[in-house]
């Protein structure tokens, strides 16, 4: 099969590239062996149907009217019974017969299942009839052609059998390049002395074509394409190069029109691709288009080094083999598409799941944090208030430190919690921050951990900075810096043997982004869906569990997002998404609240709460600070009270049945203005920068309020 130059044949139509049938070739050896004019070789059913297997004629039976006579149908099928009934299996009349006025010859030879092969040759009317010789060989064709029938099912089979494997381990294995290996290899085992590849399209146009897989190539799922890795063993393929233009090679009618090509002679081709595989040892090549539908995926390049080239066969099994994997490799794209989309849903949903479980984690707890921050308040006040008796003996007044100091610490722990529990109540005290001093700066803050007390534990601690980010963002810095720090320290105590920490910003269009990454331990995949919830902690008793919550909790209220990324053994990424500021807005004058007023030393002053211990704790305190109180745990009581008598300053509690302490401010402000109203709340310290509160209210106080922290609020005026 020598080709000089491209001859395109369709893949799905019959051609001589891919070869005549057996019959074919058999009839056409009747004709001229037996002398025929015609010769029709069929396949008798049981139920009487003829199924043409191949037909041909001499060059004088191609100029006969053949209409003439019977139809060939027709007279097979009276000479078959004639066959029968005579109990033979050929028939040889000397003379015209049957109604066709020519020679003829009929061999019939049964198949079984009641399935019969038929021959049937026909001379032109003035020759002579057919003699034994004729019948002897037309028998022997025939014969032959039933033995090989058996023999052309085992590479139908075979064929039949890698087609099936190749789809069982597509199905089986996500990994495309895998798929494509065990393909590619098991048509180069099927057609020795071949080496087979995919290329595939590349870009919108398709005019690249990039290599996929490649049969002398190891497979290795750390490649730069879906089969390859620079590092394997060299290929002949590859030594040309992982991509070629379809202007610089014959193959654009392989991908453009969906042809089948076959050139022999590579060294003569006017491609210089072609040559180089020359160079290497190949002689011929065959190219199958790889198509889904309409769509185009790549081309199935089968080359050879035998000198024969390949054979007629060995190009139907690549192009069938083609038509296999176009579908393969476009389920495994789609497959990979959905994976994405299924990944970036389960990282949407598992979002959305922990803002949720934040959401009521945080309600209750800053419902528990006021109850919490209410009996603190009395039980720090009453201890201080006790504190400062100066006939306290002094082992009592030790025990009373003591106790003040846990109260103390049992107060900040409340607070850290109500950072966590109002993650969601908006951002305060915002200014523009730029990222990379941020970073700069909480580097040197934690410097004494990563360094110093590092270096004395026998650890080495690198800290690498890679600071890309360009814009700065809106936002807290003493809250972004508690964010950073806890990140920089959880890194620290993740790597008992020391390692490096790397933390990285950079900025896109409308977010800026900070990685914090360190080669320490790492984290389980069950510990990093939980790694951000409050009270979770790997430290045992060295950790509260609040550390990352509360970092969530920041940068949720930021308006962005925390992730992180982890592997046992190989450390953790901790990444953060913040909104970037791309035009910085001006600085404004904050609204403020109406300027202090200086209040004289000994003031009137009406107490409302309702909580019974902290309105005696606020008694005794304000009568040790040499002020005169009054106090109501009703507030509408205490309104009554505000009308009956003039007062210098009214302390209300913020939460309250009937009316709340805002309601409360609100009235005082109506019936006079120039008093001013200081809020205690339980709820924590995000009311203190509100602008919802009345204009009366000058300050507003979290619980647990010490002594010092009144009379200093008294003393500011």
Avoid at 168 to 188: C, K, M, N, T
Avoid at 466 to 472: I, N
Wanted: a neutral charge.
């Amino acid at each position: 099969m020598t080709v000089s130059s491209i001859e395109p044949v369709q893949c799905r139509e019959g051609n001589n590239l891919l070869g005549e049938t057996l019959p074919q070739r058999l009839a056409a050896a009747l004709c001229c062996g037996a002398e025929a004019d015609l010769v029709f070789i069929g396949r008798l059913e049981p139920q009487g149907q003829l199924h043409e297997e191949a037909r041909t004629f001499s060059e004088a039976g191609t100029r006969y009217d053949w209409s003439s006579g019977p139809r060939v149908s027709r007279l097979i099928t009276r000479l078959e019974n004639a066959a029968t009934t005579q109990g033979t299996s050929s028939l040889n009349p000397s003379a015209a017969s049957d109604g066709y006025p020519g020679p003829l010859l009929f061999i019939s030879q049964s198949l079984g299942d009641g399935r019969k092969r038929v021959a049937l040759l026909l001379r032109l009317p003035e020759k002579p009839p057919f003699g034994p010789r004729e019948h002897r060989l037309t028998e022997t064709l025939i014969g032959l052609l039933r033995q090989n029938a058996s023999s052309d099912d085992v590479p139908l089979l075979l064929h039949v059998r890698l087609l099936t494997q190749i789809a069982q381990v597509s199905g089986s294995s996500p990994d495309l390049g895998y798929s494509l290996q065990f393909a590619l290899r098991e048509l180069a085992r099927h057609c020795p002395g071949c080496l087979a590849s995919v290329w595939l399209v590349q870009g919108a146009e398709g005019t690249v074509l990039e290599l996929a897989a490649c049969s002398d190539t190891p497979w290795n799922a750390s490649r730069p394409g879906p089969s390859m890795q620079s590092g394997s063993t060299p290929s002949t393929v590859l030594s040309w190069g992982l991509t070629f233009a379809l202007r610089d090679s014959p193959f654009a009618p392989v991908v453009e029109r969906r042809q089948v090509i076959y050139l022999e002679r590579l060294a003569e081709q006017p491609w210089e691709l072609l040559r180089h595989w020359a160079s290497q040892g190949f002689h011929a090549c065959a190219a199958v288009p790889l198509f889904v539908g309409q769509e185009k995926v790549g081309i199935l390049i089968l080359l050879s080094r035998r000198l024969a080239g390949l054979t007629q066969e060995q190009v139907h099994l690549a192009a069938t083999i083609g038509e296999l994997l176009g579908p393969i490799i476009a389920c495994h794209r789609l497959n990979e598409r959905l994976s994405q989309a299924y990944a970036q849903l389960q990282k949407a949903q598992q979002q959305l799941a922990n803002a949720e479980k934040m959401r009521a984690l945080g309600e209750l707890a800053s419902g528990m944090a006021h109850d919490f921050n209410n009996a603190l308040c009395g039980t720090l006040g009453f201890l201080e208030l006790a504190l400062k008796d100066p006939q306290l003996p002094p082992p009592v007044e030790e025990l009373l430190r003591m106790a003040r100091t846990c109260a103390l610490d049992a107060a900040a722990t409340v607070r850290r919690v109500q950072d966590f529990a109002r993650w969601d109540r908006g951002l305060q005290n915002a200014e523009l921050v730029q990222v990379n001093d941020l970073v700069r700066h909480v580097v040197e803050l934690t410097r004494p951990r990563w360094h110093n007390a590092a270096r004395a534990d026998s650890r080495i601690i690198e800290v690498a900075l890679d600071l890309q980010a360009q814009v700065p963002i809106m936002g807290n810095p003493a809250e972004l810096r508690e964010v950073l720090t806890n990140l920089v320290l959880n890194a620290v105590d993740a790597m008992p043997r020391g390692g490096r920490i790397h933390i990285a910003t950079t900025n896109d269009t409308n977010n800026v982004w900070l990685t914090v990454s360190d080669t320490g331990v790492g984290m389980a995949p069950e510990i990093q869906q939980r790694i951000f919830e409050p009270f979770f902690t790997t430290k045992k008793e060295r950790g509260t569990g609040l550390g990352l919550s509360i970092s969530y909790a920041i940068i949720q209220r930021h308006g962005g997002q925390i992730s992180v990324s982890s592997e046992l053994g190989k450390g953790s990424t901790f990444t953060i998404r913040l909104p970037a500021v791309r035009n910085a807005p001006a600085s404004e004058q904050s609204a403020g609240h109406p300027p202090a007023q200086t209040l004289p030393r000994a003031l009137r002053v009406l107490v409302i709460d309702d909580e019974p211990h902290v309105l005696s704790f606020l008694r005794q305190c304000l009568l040790h600070l040499g002020h005169h109180p009054d106090t109501e745990s009703d507030p509408e009581q205490a309104l009554e009270q505000f009308r009956r008598q003039p007062y210098d300053l009214v302390i209300t509690d913020l939460g309250m049945p009937k009316l709340d302490g805002k309601q409360v401010a609100a009235r005082i402000h109506e019936l006079a203005p120039e008093v001013p109203v200081i809020l205690l709340t339980g709820w924590g310290e995000q009311y203190q920068h509100s602008q919802e509160c009345p204009p009366s209210v000058r300050q507003v106080l979290a619980k647990p309020v010490t002594v010092e922290q009144l009379a200093q609020v008294l003393r500011s005026g």
